[in-house]
């Protein structure tokens, strides 16, 4: 089977996703580069053609597109306009830097998927809070990007639940928090730290809304209403097969919410809005169904499953209108 990832590195605890290889804490850039495949460049060169008759010195160049490839094995990453402004693999480490010398942030994650066409970094950045039932909340950055026009680059606020490790990106004041760059925009790194940094203020106004959902208890009823509503976004299929697939996919999110999902008998979350919320996203980061682990971790972070993440978000907070 193929993957999505091709290289990928991790301190402390095994990622959700089980995937990559440990590094002991309080590494260098240039460790946590070359531990996850990210110690190459992003090479280019004008696209070139050859006519049918002619030889093959006389090939030619077309110069409003260019082949992006990779520095260290020749491979060829993506044909792009010659507007298209590359962000290399060692820039989205080197975003980090000063974070975790002064900050106190720490990298955790990093790595390569797609044979080099998408990679990311994210780094726990010491905000924490414990809902009741000891159910604790880390807080994050997570940095990405690609080289193929499938994603600009993109900081996100997002947070971990620890009990299962299930993602959400954060969302202020409806909003979600994240700066995304274009890739017809050079990436300036201390801007977007800048319209990034959301206050400690805004951290605790999102977990005070995180801990409402906690104590907004929601019955079956309730329950299985807002998942068909989540199910039947625009996006998704209305053919037959993909109805049979909805119906799995309600059936494994109430099973999750009533008892069977990780932290599911926790206080905060047994028959509250909170444990439906974390339903969805254990079912889309853990459960959900996909041709292999790295495919899934790539559809939560920045496809489909991120969406409907997003989606499960705005109807929860809904809930506490």
Known sequence: MSHEIQQMAY???TPWHALGSRLPVKQSIDVWAQKAGMDWTICETPVRFQPGKFAESSLLAFEDQKVLYRSDN???LSVVSRRYKTVQPLAVLNFYK???QASGYELETAGVLKEGRKFWALAKTGKQTVL????RVDGYILLATSCDGTLATTATHTTVRVVCANTLAVAINNARGAVKVPHNTVFEPS????QLGIAVSQWDQFMSSMKELSQRKVNDSEAETFLRKLLDLPQVSVSANERVAQGRSLKKIQDLFNGHGRGAEL???KGTAWGLLNSVTEFVDHERRAKSSDYRMDSAWFGLGAQIKDRALSQAMELIV
């Open 11 to 13: 301190v402390g605890e």
């Open 74 to 76: 020749h491979k060829a």
């Open 98 to 100: 000063d974070l975790t």
């Open 132 to 135: 009741k039932g000891g159910d």
């Open 191 to 194: 801007l977007v730290k800048s």
């Open 267 to 269: 206080s905060s979350a």
